[in-house]
């Protein structure tokens, strides 16, 4: 199989879909790998690496899509891109094709097979392909460290001849992948940490953390289908956000990262919530590209009000290139492994419960997905 991967193109987007190390595994396979000159540039992978790994370095996109079979992207490609290519080729990224419908359409024309990494089922077996994890444990990292930057006091309890300088309280709303690692992160600065989350199983492993669990109780257990969270109902929602007000008021730093998949973000911090809070605080709202947990959030934006600041940062793993790019391309790799097992069978993503999941597109036919 003949592979390609594209320099990103969108703006602020410094990530890369294959390191030269994952070159060599490819290779190794029996892989030809094409990659367009400075793919790799803004996570520091010069093209010298690529070409020592054993790829074919091509000067453009155009070329390398036209060498290619199936082409590697984090993004979804623009309408003119798409339109420049030729047809019957396969894509493989993380093309939150729910945002991009018409991109979808537009290749699904030209007769493309396309998956999206993103509908990935949490399965033991995905877990190593698993990019919106690897992608969401730095984003909780890199959380924490934005709030410890914009907050107005120190994270850990200080003692000095000054006197003792008291830990800062952090609560983590939501304790996926995400939030977990953000509760690990803040542990390591030395913050006081308390987690919640509507799964009940969420308890031990925030606790394992050293963190408290808040002793919240919903009627009902929060937990839906395939270990997730259900969407509550705005009933639920209304009690949630009552209970949750007087731990979030006597917080230091919020970070939120509730997520249900499929679904908008819930939103559980109105802007009376944050009102309540001390000034100086700091709320960083993780889902702020599905709609955030915060109601006052705009994506991109950092406000400050009445004192608060409230950060709703987006595409947060491009700001660690290096590391974000090491872990998309272990996982589009072992992706890319399913095919190696069924190259050459007919109607390839029916043959495996991983490749019909992400199967949006088969030959420029549309795939219809359950969820
Ligand atoms: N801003 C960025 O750069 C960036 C990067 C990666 C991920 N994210 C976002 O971070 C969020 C978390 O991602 P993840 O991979 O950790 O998701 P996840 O599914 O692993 O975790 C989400 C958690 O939220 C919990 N939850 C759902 N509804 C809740 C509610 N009403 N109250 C409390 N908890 C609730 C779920 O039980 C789950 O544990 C997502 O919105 C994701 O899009 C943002």
């Known amino acids: 199989m003949k592979v390609g991967v594209l320099r990103e193109r969108r703006e602020g987007e410094r990530r890369v879909a294959?390191?030269?190390?994952?070159?060599?595994?490819?290779?190794?396979?029996?892989?030809?790998?094409?990659?367009?000159?400075?793919?790799?540039?803004?996570?520091?992978?010069?093209?010298?690496?690529?070409?020592?790994?054993?790829?074919?370095?091509?000067?453009?996109?155009?070329?390398?899509?036209?060498?290619?079979?199936?082409?590697?992207?984090?993004?979804?490609?623009s309408g003119e891109e798409i339109r420049a290519f030729p047809s019957g080729k396969t894509l493989v990224g993380l093309l939150q094709a729910w945002r991009h419908p018409e991109a979808i359409a537009a290749l699904q024309e030209k007769g493309w097979t396309v998956f999206a990494l993103e509908r990935l089922p949490r399965i033991t077996r995905a877990q190593s392909m698993d990019v919106l994890s690897s992608m969401a444990a730095l984003a909780g990292y890199k959380a924490v460290l934005m709030a410890a930057d914009h907050f107005v006091r120190v994270f850990p309890m200080l003692t000095t001849a000054a006197g003792t300088l008291v830990p800062a309280r952090v609560l983590v709303i939501g304790a996926g992948v995400a939030g977990l690692q953000a509760i690990a992160t803040a542990r390591r600065l030395g913050a006081q940490v308390e987690g919640y989350d509507i799964r009940p199983a969420a308890k031990e492993q925030v606790e394992s953390l050293g963190a408290k669990f808040l002793p919240l109780t919903l009627d009902g257990s929060g937990e839906g289908t395939g270990g997730y969270a259900r969407e509550l109902t705005p009933e639920e929602q209304a009690r949630q956000r009552e209970a949750l007000a007087q731990y979030v008021a006597r917080a230091d730093v919020v970070i939120t990262t509730a997520a249900v998949p499929g679904r908008p973000a819930p939103k559980l911090l109105t802007a009376a919530m944050r009102k309540a809070m001390r000034p100086g605080s700091v709320i960083v709202d993780l889902a702020a590209e599905t709609g955030g947990n915060c109601e006052e959030s705009v994506p991109g934006q950092t406000q400050v009000l009445d004192g608060v600041t409230l950060l709703a940062p987006v595409n947060l793993p491009a700001t660690l290139p290096v590391h974000a790019s090491q872990m998309l391309a272990r996982n589009f790799t072992e992706f890319l492994g399913l095919f190696r097992q069924k190259e050459g069978s007919p109607a390839l993503h029916t043959r495996d419960e991983i490749l019909q999941a992400t199967c949006l597109v088969w030959q420029g036919e549309p795939i219809t997905q359950t969820a």
């Open 18 to 77: 294959l390191t030269p190390e994952q070159v060599v595994r490819l290779k190794g396979w029996g892989f030809t790998v094409y990659v367009e000159a400075g793919a790799g540039e803004g996570a520091f992978f010069p093209d010298e690496a690529y070409r020592e790994a054993g790829a074919e370095l091509l000067p453009s996109g155009a070329a390398v899509v036209q060498a290619s079979d199936l082409i590697l992207r984090l993004h979804s490609p």
